[in-house]
């Protein structure tokens, strides 16, 4: 039986991960950690009887361990807690689906501890690629993408000669607003932006999927999973989502994966790799699919991909200022502070304001980080 642990447990790749566990019933979740719906923690701790379970929020944490005090569950909070949460002692693997920045130490201390990561933190790698790719190297770990597309590279270059990429073609919905100028965005609300056309993700990614954030978080993500230069990926909109990405290689061969919008295709195949299971679930029916249709992604009304791409290039902690800006941006529009517009904006101007440190330790990636927010901040009042 596979044992696993889960850092993000009640989110919506953390439920999913928990749904092909059900399906498949030969994985043990020895630790769960949540960021604050204890309710629902406790649920899946009575449901799947980790030895290990962590509440970011102390005071939660103190009433889950109360809730739970008839089931022989240890409850931990905190950095701390995700840290112990991360390297859980029988875990073989750590389902890495933490939101935002703070993914970064439990993965490292995960690795450090000889585990494999199945890994859905975009900023883990995005932010300290330069230090995590070195350490899974040097303590011989795999690191298994969670993603649809990074699955679907991975996918694609089973058993080929990794040094034969000519091109990597990443796909995007285009989210909901594709074919609208930033004058037709001028108004969007959070309700709109939340309205996703194929996928079923949380907040924070939905908004991100709608600006080209999350495509841009992914191509620099891709850079360091693949170990491509940022100009051999190239971001192609495909609105259907059935492929979910393609490698092109240097004979002029294309490899894509297709399937169905569904996360739980990639989360299993990132915790079976390399067996394949059964999956139940809808399948792509060709007779019924007319075209598939491919455009260009549209830089100028959609501008954090192009900053994506500059922060990318530019690389040490500017990748850093990317995220950090864009989670604080989100943030304050999803709490109706700024328009949908200032999002990119924010971004561009925090990262025009910061001066690049070429190989950030992790220290330095979280002050930047802190920064960031500050900076930004400061500017809105």
């Keep these: 039986m596979k044992k696993i642990s889960i850092l993000g447990s009640t989110g919506s790749i953390g439920t999913q991960t928990l749904d092909v566990v059900r399906l498949n019933g030969d994985i043990q979740v020895t630790a769960m950690a949540a960021g604050s719906n204890s309710k629902l923690l406790e649920q899946q701790i009575r449901e799947f009887s980790p030895a290990l379970a962590c509440v970011w929020d102390d005071k939660k944490a103190r009433e889950l361990k109360e809730n739970v005090k008839d089931l022989p569950v240890k409850v931990v909070s905190g950095m701390d807690g995700l840290l112990e949460v991360a390297t859980e002692e029988k875990a073989e693997l750590v389902v890495a689906a933490i939101v935002g920045m703070i993914g970064i ?20 790698l995005v932010t300290a690629g330069h230090i995590i790719m070195p350490l899974a190297r040097e303590k011989k770990v795999s690191i298994l993408p969670v993603d649809s597309e990074h699955s679907a590279i991975f996918q694609c270059l089973n058993g080929e000669d990794k040094r034969q990429v000519e091109k990597i073609l990443l796909t995007a919905s285009g989210g909901p607003f594709r074919g609208r100028t930033r004058e037709q965005m001028r108004d969007i609300q959070v309700e709109d932006a939340l309205k996703h056309p194929n996928w079923a993700m ?41 492929i979910h990405s393609m490698v092109e290689f240097k004979d002029g061969a294309v490899m894509a994966q297709f399937g169905t919008p569904d996360m739980r295709l990639p989360i299993q195949y990132a915790l079976y790799y390399p067996q394949r299971r059964y999956l139940p679930g809808e ?46 941006a989100v943030g304050e529009f999803l709490n109706r502070r700024i328009s949908y517009l200032a999002i990119a904006d924010m971004i561009g101007r925090a990262m025009e304001n910061h001066k690049v440190i070429e190989n950030p330790t992790v220290e330095q990636i979280l002050e930047t980080e802190r920064e960031t927010y500050e900076m930004l901040k400061d500017g809105r009042h």
């Design 283 to 328: 399948r792509l029916d060709f007779w019924t699919m007319n075209q598939i249709a491919f455009e260009k992604p549209d830089f100028e009304n959609f501008p954090a991909l192009s900053l994506a791409y500059e922060a990318g290039k530019t690389g040490g902690s500017l990748p850093t200022v990317f995220n950090a800006a864009n989670e604080y």
């Design 202 to 242: 949380g907040r924070k990614i939905t908004i991100d999927s709608s600006t080209m954030v999350n495509k841009g978080l992914e191509v620099m993500e891709a850079r360091w999973l693949f170990d491509v230069a940022m100009d051999q990926i190239q971001v192609v909109i495909q609105p259907k989502s059935v």
């Design 105 to 124: 130490r439990p993965a490292i201390a995960a690795m450090e501890a000889g585990k494999d990561i199945a890994l859905a933190n975009k900023e883990t």
